[in-house]
Structures are given as C-alpha cells and as structure tokens.
C-alpha cells in the first residue's frame, strides 16, 4: 500500500509540475483505471478535462466509462460539456450511436404522431444539430449520407407527407453538395439519381440550379487538399517546445506545423466558397478556428487570429470569449492578455483588463519561483549524494588506514578528501545551474516585459500617477529588472515632462542592480539627449571604474561615439590615450574608424577596410565587426606563391622550400576560411617576394593619412612554419612517428613572426 501510495504521489507530482504535458496524465490515467475507482476514474479525467477540454479520446472514454455503468445522466451532462467546442467526427459519431440507443425506432402503427414519429423527429434534430457544428468538415460525408438514409426510410402516410419528404431530402441534397467533402461526388450522384426518379423534366430544372453550387464546391475541395493533408493532429497537443523545452519534435518542425495550420485557417477567411450568406461564413472560420485548436490548442497565435476575425467581421462579444478561451490556454501568452485588456478597456471593462495583466504577472512570477525552487531541489539532492560520497570516501580510508595517527600527512591526506568532494559538488552546481539559467532567464524577461507593458497600458487608461503604483509594485518584485526602472525614467520623461525625476529613478536603478554595463549605456544615453554632459561624465567616471575593463567596453565605445561627434580635441585625446592603456590589444584602425563613423555612415569600414556595414546586414556586421576588434592588430598571412624566390635549404624528403610553397598555396585554394576580409585585404608580401594575381573582390587598403597610424609592415612566413605547414595536410594519413609538440614551439620561438606578449610567454614556456 504504501507503494502504491508513493507512486500515485509521484504521479500527482509530475502533473502538477507541468499541468500541460499529456504525457504524465496518460500515466495517472492507466494507474486509477486499475485501481478500478470509479469516482477516483472520474475525478481524473474531470482534472485532465480542464486542460485539454478538446481531447476527444478521451471524451470518448469518459462517455463509455459512463454509459458502462448504465449511467445516462452522466452521459447526457458529458455530451453537453464538449459536443459543441469539440469537433471531433469520432466524437459526434458516438454521440450520435448514442441517440439511436438511447432513442430506438419503436414498431410502425400507422398511427398519426405515433411514438414511432416522435422518435424519428427526436434523431433527425439530433442530425441536424450535428451538421450544424461539422456539416461544414471535409470529412463529414458519412454523416450527411446517414441522415440523407435515415430521412429516406421515414415511413409517409398521404401526398402531403410524402411532398413534405421529398422536399426535406432535396434540401438535404442540395446542402450537402454544395458543401466541399471528400464523398461530394457521390452524394452528388445519389441526388441525380433520385431526382430523375422523381420527375426528369424537375430533375433537369433542380440540377441545373445547383450544378454551379456542386462545381465550386469541387473547385474548392481541390484547393483544400493541399492546405489540409499535411497539417500535423496529434492525438493530444502539447505546449511548443520554446514554452516547455521537450525533446519531441524539432523547433522548427513545429513552426512549420503551427504556420500550416495558420495558412490554412487564412485561406478560410477568404470566402472561397463565395458565400453570399456572411453568417453563413463566419460560422465556418469559426468552425475552422475551433477545430485547429484542437490540435494547436497551446500556440497563442491562433487564438489571438480568431480574436481578430471576429474584431473585423464586428463580433465583440465572440472576440472576448476567444480570448479569455485561448488565455485558459495560454495562460503565458503576453499577445493574448493585453489584446484583452486593450479591448477590455474599450468597452469600459476596466477592472477586466487590469485583473488579467494582473494575473499575468503572477503567472509569470511563479514560473520563476518554481525554477527556482525545481533548482534549488536538484542541489539538495547533490548535497545528500556527495554527504553519502564523503562518507564513503572517509570509511574506505579508514578501512585502508586502521592505525590513524595525528601527523601532518593525515591532515593533509583528509583535506585533500575533503577538496575533491567540494570540487565535484561545485561542478555539479555550475551544470545545474548552466542548464536552468536558460529556462530562468527566459522568465525574468518576461516578468520585466509585463511591467513595462503594464505600465504603459496603465499610463494610456489612467495617468502617469496609476503608472507610477504599478511601478512601485514591479520594485517590490524580487524578479524585477533594471529595464523596468528605465521604462519608468522615460515615462516620466516623454509623458510628465519631468527630467530630473527621470534622472532619479536612473540613479535609483544604478543604486539597486548595481553598475550594470548596459544600464550605464542607457543611463549616458539619456543624460546626454537632455544635454546633461556634465552628469553623463560624472556617471561614466563613477561607474566605469567599478567594472572590469571587458565589461566596461561598450560604457566606453558609447562615450567615445559622444567626444568624437561633439568633443574637443583635448577630450578626444585623453579618451583615446586611456582607451589604449585599457585595451592596448584594439587596433589603430578601428579606432580610427570608429572616430569618422557617423551613425550609418560608415565609409572607412565599408569601402577602405572592406567590412559590412549596419546598412546592408545589421546582425552580420555586428558580429563581423565584433571579432575583428577583438583580434591582434597584425596577424600571421595564408602562405603565397611565389614565382622567383627559392628556398635555402632543400626540405627533408626531396622537396624544396619552393615546392612547399605551391604545395601549401594550391591545397588551400579550395578549403573555406574562417577569417576575416579584412585580414585577406591587409595582407602584404615581402620585398623579396612578387605580388599574387588579385583574388576576386579583394580591395587594396589606401595608405593613412597619419604615418603615426600606418599599421607595421606584415612579415613573410617562415621557412620552418611553412614546413610544419606542409605536414598538417598529411596529418591524417601519416603513419610515420609522431611530430613531437617541443620542435613546433622551438621553431615558433625562432620565427620573425609577431605574436601577442600572451602567445609569446606560452612558446616560451613549452620551448625544449
């Protein structure tokens, strides 16, 4: 029993960390079904009903669950709960079995209103309530079929009864072929066949009529087809994989999904059909929409599409119940709240639209909370491991050492236990907290972002005052980041006009979270677009000197764009002679760059050191021009071909110092580089060697104006690097002994080749 007990709460546990994943569900299912607990059966499905409320199997169990008890009540109150948000054909076919069991076809009497007809009125509107919500699906056919036969077999007493019937069916006809399904052409047949067999010249007038209908509908069925086959029905949704990280299926695998279905559900709100009727339409996007999010329940994207179409077809009260519907579903979904709360307040809802933004930053808090807490648990269990280990270690000790004695060797012998056991469990913390701070700080941003979104919505309803409580709210909020205390400086900015209350809520930010580098460059930013220049140097003195001078970088590169653009030329010198003493490793060139950029304008980049600019590739130029500032000012050149020079010496192995050269120049023609263009442009032969043909797109770099700037003169390779060189090629191939790591350093330490002071040190140390 307490087995059992201990796996139904491991169970529970697993649910009630991810109330949206199937999968522990489907394992709580199977364990009370053996139980054989009928109210704890139910209780379960009623729990997982409420988060998948569109789940149509397991409707379906539910309903034979109930009825195997012969419990018709339960039924009939299952029925109600999901036959209209679900629109499963398995679904409405069970409940239409069930109609006809519930309901059977008494014997005839002849009878007027005998309990026979009663029963025949009772499964037609059964019929009809079902092709009012799935009529419209492509896969619907077999249920026009069933009912076009049950209206074809109703017993008719008299002409009148019989006119009554034959107009009930051609009705019946004329709905279900004008409607695109996959058995269209033959319920098309059946009506041909039976109106010829009631009357040809009215079959030639009637089938004339809603030919057109049966044509488009056909036209359309075939447009339909390559937007439906593909779309992706799970059995049960899941939350996508940048909600709940799972390793099911591939990100991008399900974007392609939820953009199939979104395609899909587009081309319905076209009107393909080109119903005239606009009710008629709108009900079956809906339909649409509703049957879509049976199987993307949890993407807020299609909710938020339905919200929309019922804004544009005026259906306000529908756009709600959409959207309160998808942020059940949702309940992440920051798209889906405020859209709510920006209709919401609209329509004088107010208090509507604050309880869910406020409902959102709880949920987003909380996630936080318990990755905190899901962390906080994992470290626990590394403790008690490695309290089991040390324990362990010491009686093997003990066992090893059965005479233990107080000397110096002893302590140290523990210590050193002592040490590995801490150094494994920090280990394990750094993973841990490696693999969380992903998912966490995925989190905070979101909470930052509900704030500030929160505070602006409220600025727009309310005032700057009822902007100022939600920011007094966010503070308290342990998740809180420094990007909520700056969106509330610039409120107070742009909305009140108050700068200097601006600039108190900055210097509140940098009191609270510290000297934050990118803090600092939004704090410079604003004093410097009121013209505060003097705060700005006082702030970017206080800070910088707090923070590691790679941290600090971009404080100085936003500081240095300031003095280069409205600085003097004393100020621009100190600024340059202390950004040299901090990142004596930043060449000359950028800094020259940087000093003639002007926002966009970037001509020195772009056109003399043959970079990409922000104007064409902002993302790709940032993080070429990233890697070329970090590299050495001179780097080392790919080999060349030379046509004249010839080697001193020839190489071990017949070769000479010549031959290596075109060896090495055409084994590298093929082979992709990682580097840079601006090291292919800046590279430069020596006196003794001739120039190559120009590679394609290559620009020669035009000479500085400055020869203080003129970068030194980039050296030839080597004869030993080329060498050593010529060997890698073979590295994979070489079966003779291995090339011992001491002579590549030796001759590194020979060469003329310029290296960092770093690189210089480490060829020093491992020389033989």
Same mark, same amino acid.
């Given at each position: ?18 109330? =949206? ?22 209780? &379960? ?20 669950? /109930?009825? #195997? ?18 629109? #499963? ?10 109609? =006809? ?13 005998? %309990? ?24 619907? +056919?077999?249920? !026009? ?21 034959? *107009? ?43 030919? %057109? ?19 992706? =029905?799970?059995?049960? %949704? ?17 974007? /392609? #999904? ?43 994207? &299609? ?7 019922? =804004? ?13 519907? +998808? ?14 709360? *920006? ?17 959102? &930053? *709880? ?7 318990k990755r905190l807490s899901a962390l906080a648990d994992a470290k626990a269990r590394i403790d008690e491991h490695m309290a089991t280990e040390r324990k362990q270690r010491l009686d093997k000790r003990a066992q090893l050492d059965s005479v233990p004695d107080d000397d110096d060797g ?32 995925? !989190? ?6 509900? !704030? ?10 309310? +005032? ?7 920011? #007094? ?46 803090? &600092? ?34 404080? !100085? ?14 100020g621009i010198a100190r600024l340059e002679t202390r950004m040299s003493d901090l990142y004596p490793g930043r060449p000359a060139v950028q800094s020259a760059a940087h000093k003639l950029q002007y926002r966009t304008l970037d001509w020195v980049r772009a056109h003399e050191l043959g ?126 002994? %291995? ?30």
């Amino acid at each position: 029993m307490q087995a059992s007990s201990a796996e139904r709460q491991a169970y529970e546990h697993a649910v009630s960390q991810e109330p =949206r994943i199937p999968g522990p569900w489907m394992e709580l299912m199977a364990y009370v079904r053996q139980s054989g607990d009928l109210n704890d059966i139910c209780d &379960v499905y009623d729990r997982f009903l409420e988060h998948f409320p569109q789940a149509s199997a397991q409707w379906i169990e539910y309903v034979n669950l /109930a009825l #195997s008890q012969s419990n018709f009540d339960q039924a009939d109150a299952i029925f109600v709960r999901c036959l209209r948000s679900t629109l #499963s054909m398995d679904l409405w076919k069970v409940y239409l079995a069930y109609v =006809r069991r519930v309901h059977p076809l008494p014997p005839f009497t002849g009878e007027e209103n005998s %309990p026979r007809d009663q029963t025949r009125r009772i499964l037609e509107a059964s019929y009809e309530y079902a092709l009012k919500h799935i009529g419209w699906d492509r896969d619907s +056919g077999p249920i !026009w079929q069933d009912y076009i036969q049950l209206v074809r077999e109703r017993e008719a007493r008299g002409a009148w009864q019989e006119g009554q019937k034959m *107009d009930q069916l051609r009705r019946i006809y004329q709905r279900a072929v004008s409607t695109p399904m996959n058995h269209i052409e033959a319920i098309w047949k059946e009506y041909d066949a039976y109106e010829n067999s009631l009357n040809k010249l009215t079959a030639k007038k009637f089938l004339a009529e809603h030919s %057109p209908a049966y044509m488009q509908a056909r036209a359309v069925l075939g447009e339909m087809k390559p937007l439906t086959d593909g779309l992706v =029905r799970p059995s049960l %949704p899941t939350p996508p994989s940048w909600i709940v990280p799972n390793s099911r299926a591939a990100p991008q695998k399900e974007h /392609a #999904s939820y953009e199939a279905w979104h395609a899909y559900l587009a081309w319905e709100q076209t009107n393909p059909l080109a119903l005239q009727d606009h009710g008629a339409w709108q009900h079956r996007v809906l339909c649409a929409y509703k049957k879509a999010t049976m199987y993307i329940r949890f993407d807020a994207v &299609v909710w938020y599409m339905a919200a929309h179409f019922c =804004r544009t077809v005026q259906r306000e009260n529908d756009m709600l119940v959409w959207l309160r519907d +998808g942020i059940d579903a949702c309940p992440w979904s920051i798209l889906l709240r405020f859209t709510y709360a *920006d209709i919401s307040t609209r329509l004088g809802r107010f208090s509507d639209a604050t309880a869910a933004l406020d409902d959102l &930053v *709880d949920y987003a808090q909380a996630q936080v909370d318990k990755r905190l807490s899901a962390l906080a648990d994992a470290k626990a269990r590394i403790d008690e491991h490695m309290a089991t280990e040390r324990k362990q270690r010491l009686d093997k000790r003990a066992q090893l050492d059965s005479v233990p004695d107080d000397d110096d060797g002893d302590k140290a012998e523990l210590a050193d236990i002592e040490r590995r056991v801490q150094e494994e469990r920090d280990q394990q913390y750094q993973q841990l907290e490696k693999e969380a701070e992903a998912t966490i700080s995925v !989190w905070r941003d979101a909470v930052s972002q509900v !704030w500030i979104k929160y505070m602006q919505f409220v600025r727009r309803s309310e +005032g700057i005052r009822a902007a100022r409580q939600i920011f #007094s709210r966010a503070r308290k909020s342990k998740h809180c980041s420094w990007q909520v205390y700056e969106a509330s400086a610039m409120l107070e900015y742009h909305c009140a006009k108050e700068a200097l209350v601006a600039t108190k809520v900055f210097e509140l930010a940098l009191k609270t979270f510290g000297p934050d580098e990118h803090l &600092v460059v939004r704090y410079l930013d604003f004093l410097l677009s009121v013209n505060d220049d003097a705060n700005a140097r006082a702030v970017l003195e206080r800070t910088v000197s707090s923070l590691p001078p790679e941290r600090a970088r971009i404080v !100085w590169d936003r500081w240095a764009t300031y003095e280069y653009n409205y600085g003097d030329a004393s100020g621009i010198a100190r600024l340059e002679t202390r950004m040299s003493d901090l990142y004596p490793g930043r060449p000359a060139v950028q800094s020259a760059a940087h000093k003639l950029q002007y926002r966009t304008l970037d001509w020195v980049r772009a056109h003399e050191l043959g970079m990409e600019v922000s104007t064409t590739k902002p993302k790709e130029s940032k993080r070429k021009a990233e890697s070329r500032s970090s590299a050495p000012e001179v780097s080392a050149p790919e080999p060349t071909k030379t046509s004249d020079s010839k080697a001193d010496a020839p190489s071990s192995g017949g070769r000479t110092m010549e031959d290596i050269r075109r060896s090495l120049a055409t084994s590298a023609e093929p082979v992709k580089r990682t580097r840079g263009k601006s090291e292919e442009k800046s590279t430069k032969k020596s006196k003794s060697t001739v120039h190559d043909a120009p590679r394609k797109g290559a620009r020669d770099t035009p000479p500085p104006s400055s020869s203080s700037l003129a970068p030194p003169p980039v050296p030839t390779i080597p004869d030993a690097i080329l060498y050593f060189m010529s060997l890698l090629p073979h590295a994979m191939t070489y079966d003779g002994p %291995p090339i011992p790591p001491e002579a590549i350093f030796e001759c590194l330490a020979r060469s003329r080749l310029p290296l960092l002071p770093d690189a210089r040190k480490a060829v020093a140390k491992r020389r033989p």
